[in-house]
C-alpha cells in the first residue's frame, strides 16, 4: 500500500506570469498523475505565496522522481510553445490552440516539396484544420488589438478588400509558426553542440543577439524561397527579365563565402 507524501514549497517571484507559457504541459502532466492515483491534491495556499500538494508514493525517492522532470523535449517543450502563445496574441487571434497552429504551420511549411512520407502527413494535417485557420482569421473572431485588427482597418478605409485582408491576416500565421518553431530549435541545438559558446552567453547577455544570427545563418529554417522579378535587372552577370520566377537558396547563401 502506497503512503501519503505532503508537499510545501515558495512560489518565486511572479509566477503566475513565468508559469503562462508552460502552464497547458503542466496541467497534461498534472492529469497524468491524477489519474494514475498518485496526486491527491495540488495548489497555492489562501495568499498564494505557498505550494501545497499531498501525493501517493510507495517512498520518498519514488515521489522525487515522479514530480521532479529531469528531461524535456527541446522541441514540445520548448520551441513550440513560443510562438504558439505569442503569434496568435499578436494577430489578434480569440480562439485557437496549439495543435491547430502547429498543423497549419507544418503544412505551410512543407507544401513546396519534396513529396515524400513527412509532405504527405503535414498536408493530411493541414487540410484538417485550415477552416479552423480561416474561421478564426474572419474579422468577426479577433480582438479588438492586434495585428488583424490594423489589416481589417484598411478594409474600412477602402485601401484593400475583405478577401485580401484576410489573406493577409493568415499570411502572418504561414509565416511565422513553423519557422520559428525551426529557428528555436535548432538555436538550442547549436547551443548544445557547442557548450563553451553556451557558457560565454550566459556570462555576457550581450551576445545572445549575436548567437541567434548565427543560428539563423547556419542552420536556415528556411532553405529556399521562391521570388518573381518585377523589372528588368542583373545580378552578377546574369540578366533577369520582369516576370522571371527566382529560387532563392538561402541555405547555401548563408554558407557561401563569397556572399
Not at 503512503?3 to 510545501?8: D, G, P, T, W
Not at 501545497?52 to 529531469?70: D, M, Q, S, T, Y
Not at 547549436?190 to 541567434?212: G, S
Amino acid at each position: 500500500m502506497m503512503e501519503k507524501f505532503i508537499v510545501f514549497g515558495k512560489y518565486c517571484d511572479d509566477a503566475i506570469n513565468k508559469r503562462e507559457p508552460f502552464r497547458k504541459n503542466h496541467l497534461d502532466r498534472l492529469g497524468d498523475l491524477k489519474d494514475r492515483n498518485i496526486l491527491i491534491t495540488l495548489g497555492p495556499t489562501k495568499c498564494t505565496k505557498y505550494l501545497f500538494g499531498i501525493f501517493n508514493a510507495n517512498n520518498e525517492n519514488e515521489l522525487r522522481e515522479l514530480i521532479v522532470k529531469k528531461d524535456i523535449d527541446a522541441i514540445a517543450d520548448l520551441a513550440e510553445v513560443f510562438p504558439t502563445i505569442v503569434f496568435p496574441a499578436a494577430v489578434g487571434l480569440k480562439k485557437i490552440n496549439k495543435s491547430t497552429l502547429l498543423g497549419y504551420g507544418s503544412m505551410v511549411f512543407n507544401a513546396l516539396g519534396p513529396d515524400n512520407e513527412f509532405r504527405r502527413e503535414a498536408m493530411n494535417l493541414g487540410m484538417s484544420v485550415i477552416q479552423k485557420i480561416n474561421d478564426q482569421c474572419l474579422v468577426g473572431n479577433i480582438d479588438d488589438e492586434g495585428l488583424a485588427k490594423n489589416i481589417y482597418d484598411k478594409v474600412e478605409s477602402g485601401e484593400i478588400d475583405q478577401e485580401l485582408a484576410g489573406m493577409l491576416v493568415r499570411s502572418l500565421l504561414s509565416a511565422g509558426i513553423d519557422t520559428t518553431v525551426s529557428a528555436i530549435g535548432n538555436l538550442i541545438w547549436c547551443i548544445l553542440q557547442n557548450p563553451e559558446q553556451f557558457t560565454k552567453i550566459k556570462n555576457d547577455k550581450e551576445l545572445v543577439n549575436n548567437a541567434v544570427e548565427e543560428s539563423l545563418r547556419l542552420t536556415s529554417p528556411v532553405k529556399a524561397f521562391c521570388r518573381t522579378s518585377s523589372i528588368n535587372t542583373e545580378v552578377s552577370g546574369i540578366k533577369i527579365e520582369e516576370g522571371t520566377k527566382i529560387l532563392c537558396v538561402l541555405g547555401a547563401a548563408n554558407t557561401d563565402p563569397e556572399v
